[in-house]
């Protein structure tokens, strides 16, 4: 029968707690959701009719039913149900609830289910539920890879942990029915698939099995024909009672919850010197390297429109993608998002019951790409990005609302695959040649691409945008002066009608601010004249425009970082320059991105302050650092990512861009050199009147932001550039 209903737009709210030993981390703390009941209304503004909400035991009763505290749920589930949002409760979420419990402790079924029963008395119009969110994944971490609490590392203890969830939920499920028997379960799991060489077929049929595991014991399908029967009997020390306990008390699930990541389809290949160290492993026959496709497969997999399709026919339950999300630039975050809405749309024309796609993280996730192992600080926007003071909507959100509202998106970087597709640079090892499946549903490119226009061809700006733009697979036009002269109206205008492009950055200007002060009347016709004309064309075409400003647009007098609505008052000519260059693009193009930045170093060119000074110093040379002038120094490479981000975000306005910290000519030098291990017994530290410079500096001028802090600390950026320094063919960090 065809699926005549629309495909829903489904949001989620990353809010796993997990326990690292002692440590307990809770994702709602950290991205701020926790204490912004407004967040509500941001959620409504997407569109979101359905959303995956935490109703979370260890947060709610981390000491027992009795001293439960329901303030935090009762006002955000009351206010959800004001607006009209329909909620799927989760109650674990890759936890092992409250300290007096865990996943191998016999009591936590039981007091899931007693906490289960609480919830639906106190809310009994709720109507989905998600009691634990992903039991197989979260027993792989916890007991089988030792990631998280209780950190087993062995078959039996896997068995258990997997099969605790799996009771809690039936359990939980009829504590709930008891109270509201319209209740509806949503069972969650990542959905995935494994491909392998010949050699390790058998692995990877294993692996196949297993993914349905924790589905496969909720539908009461684990009898002695199931393929897992002996492995779970003999390997995992199973009790054949045990394990038909749910085929007596079978759960299944009102709908399939599939999750889905870049990471979950996986091959196998016992060559493991073609693949970095951290993906090798082994199962004790073979040694092999388990990686992900999409890093090592030179075509690409079925993806899942095909994981749907298997998935209709084993179960024939009503799916929903639960969770879609990937950790990449905003391009490819709306690409990955894009593909997974259409390979669900292709699933339901095909005949399977896909009813909604979940946008994940809603909010952003915080060190996923260490397993919540630590609080390392990274962090990963989705619809909104919390990084400032309020969330602020991404490119994402405005995708949620086209989908939802039937319009195909069209912004320019559909145009390209995402980076799981190109070719450049996604391998990890030698590409394997073997196509698994003839079904791959690749997106449709839409047509001729519009690029970016990048001004300052010759400049080391210009070359980065024009080197992460190929990278990022966005089309870019990297143009000179012969080419595109900014401050000529005429040129601009040229330019503008023949390459027709979406976006326009400004990487081209007068940068010696020595030299400038004897040469104002270039200086200002490279950086106030040509940006304005560069404006005023822009806004005229309805094109976006990026352009840059300077730190040296403020007097120093300030002893804290400045921020965007800082009063400027520059020293120099090349300050003036670039402080009337805001006012007049910000006149002409009022959606204009103007971005103040600082102390340029990056690994593609040698005349930036750190590669000169490490230079210096490797050969033996004295190298003379001021150390009475603080700045914030930007890496490029972030720098020019997170441009990108904003455009493509459709941010406006003065944004300041630079790598958190405040530093001394003299600590910066100092902090790269320790970093390099290079020798700084001839670091001179001087003032900076010894430096002979013509124009007047800022003592201080250190930059922070009032809108949003983009960019990592000024150490993890230091030691980016060293590591890549040092091995000139590594691949920037994506």
């Known amino acids: 029968?065809?699926?005549?209903?629309?495909?829903?737009?489904?949001?989620?709210?990353?809010?796993?707690?997990?326990?690292?030993?002692?440590?307990?981390?809770?994702?709602?703390?950290?991205?701020?959701?926790?204490?912004?009941?407004?967040?509500?209304?941001?959620?409504?503004?997407?569109?979101?009719?359905?959303?995956?909400?935490?109703?979370?035991?260890?947060?709610?009763?981390?000491?027992?039913?009795?001293?439960?505290?329901?303030?935090?749920?009762?006002?955000?589930?009351?206010?959800?149900?004001?607006?009209?949002?329909?909620?799927?409760?989760?109650?674990?979420?890759?936890?092992?609830?409250?300290?007096?419990?865990?996943?191998?402790?016999?009591?936590?079924?039981?007091?899931?289910?007693?906490?289960?029963?609480?919830?639906?008395?106190?809310?009994?119009?709720?109507?989905?539920?998600?009691?634990?969110?992903?039991?197989?994944?979260?027993?792989?971490?916890?007991?089988?890879?030792?990631?998280?609490?209780?950190?087993?590392?062995?078959?039996?203890?896997?068995?258990?942990?997997?099969?605790?969830?799996?009771?809690?939920?039936?359990?939980?499920?009829?504590?709930?029915?008891?109270?509201?028997?319209?209740?509806?379960?949503?069972?969650?799991?990542?959905?995935?698939?494994?491909?392998?060489?010949?050699?390790?077929?058998?692995?990877?049929?294993?692996?196949?099995?297993?993914?349905?595991?924790?589905?496969?014991?909720?539908?009461?399908?684990?009898?002695?024909?199931?393929?897992?029967?002996?492995?779970?009997?003999?390997?995992?020390?199973?009790?054949?009672?045990?394990?038909?306990?749910?085929?007596?008390?079978?759960?299944?699930?009102?709908?399939?919850?599939?999750?889905?990541?870049?990471?979950?389809e996986r091959y196998l290949d016992e060559n493991v010197a073609h693949y970095p160290e951290p993906y090798r492993g082994g199962n004790g026959v073979h040694r092999y390297a388990d990686i992900e496709t999409a890093r090592c497969l030179a075509h690409p997999t079925g993806g899942l429109h095909a994981l749907l399709g298997e998935a209709w026919v084993r179960y024939g339950i009503p799916i929903a993608v639960?969770?879609?999300?990937?950790?990449?630039?905003?391009?490819?975050?709306?690409?990955?998002?894009?593909?997974?809405?259409?390979?669900?749309?292709?699933?339901?024309?095909?005949?399977?019951?896909?009813?909604?796609?979940?946008?994940?993280?809603?909010?952003?996730?915080?060190?996923?790409?260490?397993?919540l192992q630590e609080c390392r600080g990274y962090y990963e926007p989705g619809a909104y990005d919390v990084r400032g003071r309020?969330?602020?909507?991404?490119?994402?959100?405005?995708?949620?609302?086209?989908?939802?509202?039937?319009?195909?998106?069209?912004?320019?970087?559909?145009?390209?695959?995402?980076?799981?597709?190109?070719?450049?640079?996604?391998h990890f090892c030698p590409p394997v040649l073997k196509r698994f499946t003839t079904e791959a549903l690749l997106p449709e490119p839409q047509g001729d691409t519009a690029p970016v226009l990048i001004c300052g061809g010759t400049g080391t700006l210009g070359n980065a945008f024009a080197r992460l733009c190929a990278e990022r697979g966005l089309a870019y036009r990297l143009l000179c002066r012969a080419d595109l002269d900014i401050a000529d109206a005429s040129s601009v205008e040229r330019a503008l009608d023949r390459h027709e492009p979406w976006a326009v950055i400004n990487a081209a200007g007068y940068v010696r601010v020595d030299d400038a002060e004897r040469d104002v009347e270039r200086c200002f016709r490279e950086n106030t004249h040509g940006p304005a004309e560069l404006a005023a064309a822009c806004a005229r075409h309805g094109v976006r425009l990026v352009t840059f400003s300077t730190d040296l647009v403020f007097d120093g007098d300030r002893h804290e970082p400045y921020v965007e609505t800082d009063r400027v008052a520059p020293l120099n000519v090349y300050g003036r320059s670039k402080a009337e260059a805001e006012v007049r693009v910000l006149d002409r193009h009022p959606d204009a991105l103007v971005v103040r930045t600082s102390a340029f170093f990056g690994p593609w060119d040698q005349y930036n302050y750190i590669t000169v000074l490490l230079r210096t110093l490797r050969a033996g040379g004295e190298f003379h650092a001021a150390s009475d002038m603080a700045v914030s120094p930007t890496y490029v490479p972030d720098l020019v990512h997170a441009c990108l981000d904003l455009l493509i975000d459709d941010e406006r306005g003065i944004w300041h861009l630079a790598n958190g910290g405040v530093v001394t000519w003299a600590d910066l030098a100092l902090r790269a050199s320790m970093l390099a291990n290079v020798d700084a017994t001839r670091l001179r530290c001087c003032a900076s009147q010894a430096l002979g410079f013509t124009a007047r500096r800022p003592a201080f001028s250190a930059l922070t932001s009032a809108r949003s802090s983009l960019l990592p600390a000024l150490d993890d950026?230091?030691?980016?550039?060293?590591?890549?320094?040092?091995?000139?063919?590594?691949?920037?960090?994506r």
């Open 717 to 733: 950026a230091l030691t980016r550039y060293i590591a890549h320094t040092a091995a000139p063919h590594a691949q920037s960090r």
């Open 1 to 264: 029968m065809a699926v005549t209903r629309s495909l829903e737009v489904w949001g989620g709210v990353e809010c796993t707690i997990n326990r690292v030993r002692e440590h307990y981390y809770s994702q709602i703390d950290r991205s701020g959701h926790a204490a912004r009941m407004s967040d509500l209304d941001l959620i409504a503004a997407l569109g979101v009719r359905t959303l995956r909400y935490p109703v979370l035991w260890e947060r709610t009763a981390p000491s027992g039913l009795e001293h439960a505290d329901w303030s935090w749920t009762d006002a955000r589930l009351a206010a959800l149900r004001e607006l009209g949002i329909s909620i799927i409760a989760g109650l674990v979420h890759h936890g092992s609830g409250p300290r007096h419990t865990s996943l191998l402790d016999r009591g936590f079924a039981p007091g899931l289910a007693a906490y289960a029963r609480a919830v639906a008395e106190r809310y009994p119009w709720l109507d989905h539920y998600t009691p634990v969110n992903e039991p197989l994944t979260t027993a792989r971490f916890s007991a089988l890879y030792g990631v998280w609490y209780p950190h087993a590392r062995d078959a039996r203890s896997f068995k258990d942990a997997l099969l605790n969830q799996c009771r809690a939920t039936v359990l939980s499920m009829r504590e709930i029915r008891h109270v509201n028997p319209a209740a509806r379960l949503v069972q969650t799991d990542d959905l995935g698939k494994t491909y392998s060489t010949p050699l390790l077929a058998y692995q990877a049929d294993f692996q196949n099995a297993l993914r349905w595991l924790a589905w496969d014991l909720l539908c009461g399908r684990v009898t002695s024909r199931h393929r897992l029967w002996q492995w779970l009997i003999a390997d995992c020390a199973a009790t054949e009672r045990e394990l038909m306990w749910f085929v007596e008390n079978a759960c299944p699930p009102d709908v399939m919850g599939a999750n889905h990541y870049i990471t979950s």
């Open 390 to 426: 309020a969330p602020r909507p991404t490119a994402v959100a405005k995708l949620m609302r086209e989908l939802k509202n039937g319009a195909k998106p069209r912004h320019p970087v559909f145009a390209t695959h995402g980076w799981w597709v190109r070719n450049a640079k996604r």
């Open 322 to 371: 639960t969770e879609a999300h990937i950790d990449a630039t905003r391009d490819d975050q709306l690409r990955w998002l894009f593909e997974i809405w259409r390979a669900a749309q292709k699933a339901r024309e095909a005949g399977a019951d896909v009813r909604a796609v979940t946008f994940w993280a809603l909010f952003g996730s915080y060190d996923w790409n260490c397993l």
